[in-house]
């Protein structure tokens, strides 16, 4: 079992991001180890250029979201931690790609045409792209499963269809080139929303920090951030379904479930008939008390960039050696010398 998933490294790292991608990384890491098996996580700091971006901004997110990684409790002793920059074969692997992939297929995906919005003419080749590059980041190490999303069980289905078709132009059936990946679908994590709008959901691009809570927050700022979370009047219901019309309630009530890791039924038998005047307070001391040594070796850890550093130069160079193989056996099913 190898497992490979990418984090993009863009904006301050929130809550959401932990409950919803980093928290499985740990759990993966270690059930994986247990069963002789290895995760891969990179930092797809290649990806992020798709967009518009400041690269001083860049670099520090970087580093930032490595940090996040590291405080939440991956190992780089029991994953491979590094970003994608340091080991060129998946530039060099979706270069090749992008002949057995189809503009029809890249076409198709959603997010390409959520992204580029109604001004695709302006919009970089890299976004259209990079379906194929998230192909190669997977391909590259024979990943037999990758973690997804609902928004991502397409580029995944495309990384299929793209190792499928290369296989059997270039390779034989008893020989491929590629190990076509499995969809692995994490515990489902609970979809944050912004902390001062209920339907909006839970970013790193929210121009208001007090929207999210981010990974370094002390605890005087959590307290402070959930203290001043949108809500409503009305104290909490019985059942869920109490709160469909309540979309700020809603999703305090999710917070706590998904920190608490309960269900959240369960949270509202403690807190039915209650209002918000103490709910609240105890959202914020189970969030402190969850987040404070997250955030303290988060910070700790921003204090030594070139540790930081160190860490994915050496999950590069293991990275590196692993992808090695399988690009030099694409180049030469594609007949091309080097």
């Not at 988060?298 to 050496?314: H, K, P, W």
Request: include cysteine; glycine fraction near 6%; aromatic fraction near 6%.
């Amino acid at each position: 079992m190898r497992v490979v998933s990418g984090i993009q490294p863009t904006g301050k790292p929130h809550l959401g991001n932990y409950l919803g991608a980093i928290r499985n990384y740990v759990k993966m890491q270690d059930e994986a180890a247990a069963q002789g098996g290895q995760c891969l996580y990179f930092l797809a700091d290649l990806h992020a250029i798709s967009m518009p971006h400041d690269p001083v901004e860049l670099r520090a997110s970087t580093l930032e979201m490595a940090a996040s990684l590291l405080a939440c409790g991956v190992d780089p002793e029991r994953a491979i931690l590094f970003n994608q920059t340091q080991v060129p074969a998946h530039a060099e692997l979706q270069w090749l790609l992008n002949g057995t992939a189809r503009m029809g297929w890249l076409n198709r995906m959603t997010q390409w045409k959520d992204k580029a919005g109604k001004n695709r003419e302006g919009a970089s080749v890299a976004l259209f792209a990079y379906p194929v590059l998230q192909a190669a980041d997977v391909l590259l190490y024979q990943a037999t499963h990758v973690p997804v999303g609902d928004d991502q069980k397409q580029h995944l289905e495309l990384a299929r269809d793209i190792a499928q078709k290369f296989n059997s132009d270039f390779a034989s059936e008893e020989a491929p080139v590629f190990t076509l990946p499995e969809p692995f679908i994490p515990p489902q994590a609970a979809r944050l929303m912004s902390l001062r709008d209920g339907t909006a959901k839970m970013s790193k691009s929210d121009v208001s920090d007090m929207s999210r809570i981010n990974l370094s927050d002390n605890a005087d700022t959590v307290m402070k951030k959930v203290r001043k979370a949108k809500t409503d009047p009305e104290p909490l219901p019985s059942e869920l379904s109490g709160l469909d019309d309540r979309p700020e309630a809603r999703n305090l009530v999710a917070i706590y479930a998904a920190v608490a890791e309960m269900t959240g039924e369960a949270v509202l038998q403690e807190y039915a008939g209650q209002g918000f005047g103490t709910f609240k307070p105890a959202l914020g001391e189970l969030l402190v008390e969850k987040l404070r040594p997250i955030s303290e070796r988060f910070n700790r850890l921003m204090q030594d960039e070139t540790a930081i550093e160190a860490v994915l130069a050496e999950g590069a160079a293991k990275a590196r050696s692993l992808a090695r193989p399988t690009l030099d056996r694409a180049y030469e099913a594609l007949g091309l010398l080097r």
